[in-house]
């Protein structure tokens, strides 16, 4: 059975994409397979990174350019754009475009500090300001208020 291409990365593809950012400017196979079995207890094989950084070039994640006898790999979209694409995904499937659920949850699971809740306080607070009806109209769905953030 032929296995379905997704747009989005997968959790490998993801790592890998995170380390390419992290570089800020085309890799090699081998700089790529280095980065990453500095964080790995078990390291990956030069072709299991080459194999995998081919397949998200074919899915349109990566763009590959010749230099020499290898390639080099550089991502397609910047962090951002790929962090939001996969966060409205999320939101969409997962929370059914409730953001109240998503933030109640990813706080229940993130467990903020006192300076990190003042941040994200003041960009609650910033972006209510930025609304063009910042008294808004709009109503929490059901168990989408500040009620859920204990559960």
């Known amino acids: 059975m032929v296995r379905p291409r997704y747009e989005q990365p997968t959790p490998a593809e993801l790592e890998l994409l995170k ?33 995998l950084l081919n397949v998200m070039a074919e899915k349109g994640l990566l763009k590959r350019t010749p230099q020499g006898r290898a ?3 550089v991502p397609v979209k910047p962090r951002e754009n790929t962090l939001r694409s996969l966060l409205g995904q999320t939101l969409t499937r997962v ?14 699971q993130s467990h903020p500090d ?8 003041d960009m609650l607070n910033a972006y209510r300001a930025a609304q063009p009806n910042s008294g808004s109209n709009r109503k929490d769905g059901p168990g989408c208020g500040p009620s859920k953030l204990t559960d």
């Open 19 to 51: 380390l390419l950012w992290n570089f800020g400017r085309p890799a090699s196979v081998r700089e790529v397979m280095a980065s990453l079995n500095q964080e790995k207890p078990e390291p990956r094989a030069y072709t299991t990174v080459m194999s």
């Open 71 to 73: 390639y080099l790999y």
């Open 95 to 108: 929370y059914d475009g409730s953001a109240s659920l998503l933030v109640a949850h990813l706080l229940d």
């Open 114 to 121: 006192v300076a990190e809740l003042d941040q994200i306080q």
